[in-house]
């Protein structure tokens, strides 16, 4: 499952309203679930939700195992990208390109 297909599973409780910041029906702010930063605040959040009956257990630990394999989606992501950069880098300084 890519990282996309599981952040509209774990997304599938926001609707989205007229304004550009997608919300859940609760009325607070949906998290950017493409940054890891985004997942770790969403999963915080299910965390204290389950802690205090707001969410079933049940539920919270499905969510739980999808925000998981979510954040691990995005931070693969993230450190491809730096290591596309880095080598990057490196290939330019090994061609004589001294551009940063």
Do not use: W
């Not at 939700?49 to 195992?65: E, P, V």
């Not at 330019?92 to 551009?99: F, K, L, M, R």
């Amino acid at each position: 499952m890519s990282a996309t297909e599981t952040a509209a599973l774990v997304a599938c409780e926001v609707e989205e309203v007229d304004t550009p910041t997608p919300r859940f029906r609760s009325g607070r702010p949906a998290k950017d679930l493409s940054t890891v930063e985004g997942v770790s605040a969403e999963l915080a959040d299910l965390y204290r939700q389950a802690r205090r009956g707001k969410i079933d257990a049940t539920r919270a630990a499905k969510l739980g195992y999808l925000l998981g394999l979510l954040l691990r989606a995005v931070e693969v992501a993230q450190i491809e990208r730096r290591l596309d950069a880095i080598e990057a880098a490196t290939l330019g300084d090994q061609h004589g390109n001294t551009e940063h």
